[in-house]
């Protein structure tokens, strides 16, 4: 056999799209991140540069203008910019969430008139919670009639990640609210900002990714054209399910990458940093530390690199792969990013340093696109369901 022959590895070319993304990064979107989260403002300068780059929406076919990114390619793209800016990792992120129905259900004509938009700048979101509709995403109240040619929408969505900033709103609302199951009575919808009707509400006070705005949306008698529903009426919570299916383990890659962020700087503090004449590095309660941070951090990545494999490719334990990718990166993050600050001591819980942002950051990504409890009855009801 071929010494060569690659038993389990990337390809060249995952590997040479790391190092482009890495280098950007580190140019283009590492020296803002503080600032960034400090002043809480949007990511211009790495929203330039990933559009530039064609790193802002790398899963949109090329069909469509777009680089027609593999899942695992797309989830490098995510992990190398989290590992500097977790705020600007949400551009790729949340562009791929909020066109994903379109990608598996979309006409073509929807696809051309969204999917290029996105894939030359514009932003997109997706609006499925609710205020009282979040793990229970079958009571949800936000409704659609039909109205001759045209869909009126009326109701509020809540933590829409990008709000403001996108062009483009996926949304989920009841369109039969007779329907023998509820979630046979939602559909799925394409929102423009410009869409009669549709206004973005206040923007939340976060703990972490301050630099991605999060608002509530509303829809009051807001009227898009009749061909903007994704799919067949009744379809929009099968097809929510199964665009989080295609998520989910990004999630993890953005958790991943902010894990990893947080390694790279605490190795480098502990190598720096100097206490009882020697540098912390050679303190053996610190080198367990860095040891374990490291093996989870290796463990998350197989597990979120497997995922994005399975779910490509359609196994049956593709949705169980991905809430475990999300599940197990996210709590590797939280627990590595407090590690991170804990090895830095006094210095990492201050701004001065990026681990108490990279900490804060890390909370998010157990709890949305379904937090990890949910995510452990995903799991669960697929193990008993045989």
Excluded at 5 to 32: S, T
Excluded at 298 to 313: C, F, I, P
Aim: charged content about 25%; some cysteine; overall charge negative.
């Amino acid at each position: 056999m071929d010494e060569n022959f690659g038993l389990y590895q990337l390809g060249e070319e995952h590997d040479a799209l790391r190092e482009a993304v890495r280098a950007l990064a580190e140019k283009e979107i590492a020296p803002h991140a503080a600032d960034v989260d400090e002043q809480e403002r949007y990511p211009t300068e790495a929203l330039e540069a990933l559009n530039k780059a064609g790193f802002n929406a790398p899963h949109v076919p090329e069909a469509y203008g777009g680089q027609g990114a593999d899942p695992i390619a797309t989830n490098i793209v995510i992990e190398e910019i989290a590992r500097v800016c977790a705020s600007s990792s949400l551009i790729p992120t949340v562009n791929k969430l909020g066109t994903m129905n379109v990608v598996l259900g979309g006409s073509e004509e929807l696809k051309k008139q969204v999917l290029t938009d996105i894939a030359a700048g514009a932003m997109a979101s997706y609006a499925l919670s609710e205020r009282e509709a979040g793990s229970d995403t079958s009571a949800m109240r936000t409704k659609a009639v039909r109205d001759g040619d045209h869909w009126v929408i009326n109701g509020t969505k809540c933590w829409i990640t990008n709000a403001g900033v996108s062009a483009w709103y996926t949304v989920m609302a009841v369109t039969d609210p007779s329907a023998a199951k509820p979630a046979d009575g939602v559909s799925a919808f394409v929102v423009h900002k410009d869409d009669p009707g549709f206004s973005v509400g206040p923007k939340e006070r976060k703990l972490g990714v301050k630099g991605s705005p999060t608002h509530e949306i509303y829809f009051e008698n807001c009227t898009i054209p009749g061909d903007r529903i994704i799919g067949e009426p009744g379809q929009g919570l099968r097809l929510a399910f199964r665009t989080l299916d295609h998520t989910r383990h990004a999630i993890g890659a953005q958790a991943l990458g902010i894990a990893q962020g947080a390694l790279d700087a605490s190795v480098a503090y502990v190598k720096e940093r100097k206490q009882f004449g020697k540098a912390v590095a050679e303190f053996q309660g610190v080198q367990f530390m860095i040891a374990d941070m490291a093996m989870k951090i290796e463990a998350a990545r197989h597990l979120v690199y497997a995922a994005a494999s399975k779910v490509n490719r359609g196994t049956p334990d593709a949705s169980f792969a991905s809430s475990a990718a999300k599940t197990f990166a996210s709590d590797t993050a939280m627990a590595v990013t407090t590690d991170a600050v804990q090895l830095f001591g006094g210095a990492g819980y201050t701004r001065d340093f990026p681990v108490e942002r990279m900490m804060r950051d890390a909370k998010i990504t157990q709890i949305y696109e379904g937090t990890n409890q949910i995510q452990r009855i995903v799991m669960a009801r697929h193990l008993l369901k045989g």
